[in-house]
């Protein structure tokens, strides 16, 4: 029978320091990012056409092996793809589209995917089809290839998400400042909220920055406190969905109703 190990056990002292609280600047307007993602997205093509022509030799480019030049091109095209794509979620977070129309919600929430397929996909297959390249240019390179068109498409994923309907909900519901952390996924109503005890710096702003800084959803221990009503998913439910509610001064009544006060 094994021997019972006994562990050295050490009080961590508590150095009762709060989290630093920083304000965040304002995200600015989307479309400003939807030009800089849409020309970003334009390079990469740009990137990938020169590849193209240089594999049937319409471009000369005597200074590099032929690999060199398509790896270079393949890099280029990977780099505005992902940057480009940044900038489109960031976008999609500060103005999102509707849900009303699934399809191009989903169309223009997976914009970034499909640029990085349209990005890669043709060049993989002239790379493959193509007589002139040896061997090894030809395995090394379309692997390059492959690789990128998963790095970037993975890297184009908006893996939070939202609707324009769930932005308006909340910003509809939660008033003052929220808080989240570097790495968060979703956004607190309370400073003190048990889940921020082990960050050291909190980042705060209204909700609808920390939404356009990526945290879509609302932590569902803040939500519970304030009994605020969330989805399966954390997106605060709007109070009333039946009837859109045309003036402005009932919207922020009712919102009131449903937020306890802080303390
Ligand atoms: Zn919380």
Redesign the pocket.
């Known amino acids: 029978m094994a021997e019972k190990k006994t562990h050295n056990i050490v009080q961590t002292e508590s150095t009762g320091a709060k989290p630093q609280v920083v304000q965040t600047k304002p995200a600015g307007n989307a479309t400003g990012y939807r030009v800089g993602a849409i020309v970003l997205w334009l390079l990469a093509i740009v990137c990938e056409v020169l590849a193209v022509l240089y594999l049937f030799g319409k471009l000369e480019i005597t200074f590099l092996p032929t690999l060199w030049v398509l790896i270079i091109l393949i890099v280029l095209d990977l780099a505005f793809v992902i940057i480009g794509s940044q900038l489109w979620k960031k976008a999609n977070h500060i103005k999102p589209a509707s849900k009303k129309n699934p399809t191009l919600f989903w169309l223009w929430n997976n914009m970034g995917v499909i640029v990085a397929c349209f990005a890669f996909i043709p060049l993989i297959i002239l790379m493959l089809t193509n007589k002139d390249l040896d061997k090894k240019t030809k395995t090394i390179a379309v692997i390059a290839a492959i690789v990128a068109l998963l790095i970037g498409g993975a890297a184009s994923v908006d893996y939070n998400p939202i609707s324009q309907e769930e932005q308006a909900a909340a910003v509809d519901t939660i008033e003052g400042n929220v808080y989240w952390t570097q790495f968060g996924k979703v956004y ?1 109503t ?1 400073e003190d ?1 048990p ?2 005890n082990n960050s050291d710096t909190l980042y705060t702003n209204n909700v609808s920055e920390a939404i356009a800084a990526g945290r879509t959803r609302l ?1 569902k ?2 939500a519970a406190k304030d009994s605020v009503e969330v989805d399966e998913n954390g997106f605060v439910v709007a109070k009333d969905d039946a009837t859109p509610v045309e003036g402005g001064d009932e919207v922020s009544d009712t919102a009131d109703d449903g937020v306890k006060s802080l303390d």
């Open positions: 607190h309370h909220c889940h921020l932590c221990t803040c």
